[in-house]
């Protein structure tokens, strides 16, 4: 897969509030960059905890449900599009189906 819109990712993690997300969010990274999911059920086998939503957006829990990483997945696209990476305080504050691109602060 592809994965659009990663200074996303490093903007969140460079902060130092934050630093223990980066190792996790780099695991993530490596993982979905070798993946090759076809449809929502290939996320939900890599990816247990995942949360998939409607229209392609799947909510996945970051250093064990840490941190929330809301994205949007083309599937015959290969691509990946990072919306959101926050706390799980800041998850609940925003909307995961509509939200576009944003990171906690």
Known sequence: ???LSLPTLRAFYDQPAYADSKQALLTWHGHVLK???QDP???KADFG?????KEGRVVF???GNKYRLVTSINY????????FVGTHKQYDAIDAQ????HHGH
């Open 61 to 63: 829990n970051i250093a």
């Open 1 to 3: 897969m592809r994965i």
């Open 76 to 83: 015959p696209y290969g691509i990946v599009f990072v919306k």
């Open 98 to 101: 509509t939200i576009e691109g």
């Open 49 to 53: 905890t995942a949360s998939i939503l």
């Open 41 to 43: 059920a290939d996320v």
């Open 35 to 37: 993946a090759k999911w």
